[in-house]
Each structure stands twice: as C-alpha cells, then as structure tokens.
C-alpha cells in the first residue's frame, strides 16, 4: 500500500453533478394570470439535509430557500462494468511511436443522497421535474484522464448519472406559528465513475557497488596505541569489494583464417579481413557491437546511448559479424568487402556503459 493513488475523481465527479443541475431555477407565478412575476436561482449546498434545517433554525445564517443539499452516501465497487480486461490500456498519441501507457481504472457507483428544500410547494415542483425530465433514467456527464499521466491529447471519459427514480416528499406538520412553512423532498443518485491507480514508479537500475569490509573483534571495539593488536599483524583487515555493470576488455587478439592469436598490444595495421578475439567482462547482457573513428563503411552510423557514460557515436556492426560466446569472450569477422580504408576501434556498449579497445585499427585493403 505504499504507492500512492488520488487524482480528485471524486471531488471531480461531485462538482460534474451539481454542475450539470446548477443552472436551475424556479419561477414565481401570478395564480391569476400564470405570469410569472419572479425568477429565482436553486442554490445548490454540499452536505447533509440536517444541517441545512440546523443552519435555517439559526438566525444568525443567510441561508435561503430554496436550496438542494447533495451529500456523498456510499461508494462501491461496480462489478458490472470494466474500462479494459488487462492491467493497462494503450493509447496511441499523435505520432505513430508515441504511446501512452495508463494502468486500467476501478469502476466505482459513487452514491448520492440528494434533498430539495423549499417553502413554496410550486418551488418544490419545478426544481423536482427539472430532475426527472432531464434524468430519464440517466444523463451523462464528460471529464478527462487525470492530466498527472502526462498524455499527449485530451482522453475523454464519459460518466452516467443515473437517477433512483422516485422521490419522497415531506409535509410539515405540527408547526408553531413561528415557525416558517417548509416542504422538502428526498432522492437519490448514484454517478459511475472510475477511479485510477497510480503508475508503479520503478527504482533506477543500479548499475555499480562498492562495499568495504571489514573483521573485527566484538569483543573490544576500540583501540589505541596502546593496544597490543594495534601493533600486531592480528589488527583487523578491510577488503573493499566492486560489483559493476559496466563492460570491459581485458585483451584482444588478431588473426587471419591461416595463421596464429596475435595479441594487439599496440594499434596495428591491417589489410585483411577484421577478425579479432575478444576477451573480457559483460559481453552477454543486452550488448552492442561498434566500430569507431573515421572508417566510413557500410553500417548505421547511430549514437551510442547509455545510462553512465556519455553519448556519442559509431558504426553499429551488424550482429551477423559478431558471436558472443560467453559472458567474457565474443569474436568478430568483418569480411573485407564490408570494410572501408580509415582509423578505427572496436566497442561494445551495454544499457550502463560503453568501452573500446583503446588501440587504433588502421585499414589499408
């Protein structure tokens, strides 16, 4: 439970219903004539009907009729619905390589409990068939994927709204003259909504660790000059120890089909076809092959992008030419007809590191 998840779908979703019914307004009518007289806005109020009727009995409060109470109830799990049946959905953005990874939402019923207050009943009337004529049964409200999954376009999420369907009506009775006359009314609806999880952010790799360790004696932690295991060869001992990603050679060889290993100690000179034995450390992780310097051949020229060391660029050699046999040997054959005359070194790369040969491979041929 440590990834967090909270994007206001609710509080989004709440401010949708009122602002889907907030244009309401009754009209006050001459009983003789029909005309109306007065028209007047439905002010709408987030929280329970009892404390709307607290804040009435206070004559201190402002608060007039009439007014709509909207208060949260409920909130549950819709096991009917489903936004996708993978934990992702994607989307394509406005390129053909842009694409928007979102972890599936949760489909919720948001439950609402609604009551209209009025001191007219002819109030109560209007504001009650602006609910039923425009819910019938439903009416459906848009809003956007949360904006903290960074998507290159507007992703529109449509939300229905459905109302219960029936509304109680409550008379006053037993007033005290001074009590003013009061009619109110009581529904219910319930908004299906979606509410989304977080994307799980990854820790980096860690692509290096150097650790030291070190013995000592429990027993006597500390010690001075003084000591006699300060001055003897039973003094504890610290070994630092590195664990790395990065690849490395260690020695390479040159060869031609007919003739022995010749370790490349120094650059070397060649008009040959580029065979050479490779020996080394992580050659077998997720490595590329390259040559680099000036020899223009026929490879990709492509940067070399990795997490520690920095970019740059080289003739990628096509897998076909090289054979990594094991995690500290790799061989490479370039036919001649592949090469261009030019200074050159061999490269690999990994996702953490790239390394050369550090010698200069002339081509004459």
């Known amino acids: 439970m440590q990834q967090y998840s909270y994007f206001f779908e609710q509080s989004n979703l709440l401010n949708l219903f009122v602002s889907a019914f907030d244009e309401a307004f009754v009209y006050r009518y001459d009983h003789n004539t029909k005309e109306s007289k007065e028209k007047i806005q439905v002010r709408y109020v987030h929280g329970p009907k ?16 009439p007014v709509v109470t909207i208060e949260q109830t409920s909130i549950s799990r819709d096991t ?3 936004f996708n049946k993978n934990k992702f959905f994607y989307h394509k953005g406005l390129t053909e390589n842009e694409i928007s990874k979102i972890p599936t939402p949760i489909p919720v019923n948001i439950e609402l409990s609604v009551s209209v207050i009025c001191y007219f009943k002819e109030d109560l009337d209007q504001i009650l068939q602006n609910f039923i004529t425009n819910c019938n049964p439903y009416i459906i409200v848009s809003w956007k994927t949360p904006e903290d999954f960074d998507l290159p376009f507007l992703e529109e999420i449509r939300t229905e709204i459905q109302w219960s369907g029936d509304s109680s009506i409550t008379n006053p009775k037993d007033l005290s003259p001074e009590t003013k006359w009061r009619i109110s009314a009581d529904t219910s609806f319930t908004i299906k909504g979606w509410l989304f999880k977080s994307i799980d952010e990854k820790a980096a790799p860690i692509y290096k660790v150097d650790a030291t360790f070190s013995d000592i004696t429990l027993s006597n932690r500390v010690y001075t000059w003084e000591d006699y295991p300060a001055l003897s060869g039973q003094y504890p001992t610290s070994e630092t120890v ?11 060889f040159y060869y031609n089909d007919n003739s022995n290993l010749n370790e490349i100690i120094d650059d070397i000179i ?23 310097g000036t020899n223009s051949s026929n490879f990709d020229f492509e940067e070399v992008i990795t997490a520690k060391s920095p970019i740059i660029s080289a003739y990628k050699i096509p897998d076909e030419y090289v054979n990594v046999l094991n995690d500290n040997i790799a061989n490479i054959k370039i ?3 592949a090469l261009s005359s030019g200074n050159y070194t061999l490269m690999t790369s990994n996702s953490a590191s790239w390394t050369n040969l550090n010698k200069v491979i002339t081509q004459i041929g």
């Open 242 to 252: 590195s664990v790395c990603a990065y690849p490395i050679f260690t020695n390479a």
């Open 270 to 292: 060649i008009d040959n076809p580029l065979n050479v034995l490779l020996y080394g450390k992580r050659f077998s992780y997720d490595n590329k092959w390259y040559l680099s």
């Open 335 to 337: 036919p001649l007809s």
């Open 80 to 82: 009917s619905r489903i």
């Open 50 to 65: 009892h404390r709307v009727l607290h804040d009435l009995n206070d004559r201190a409060k402002t608060l007039t009729l």
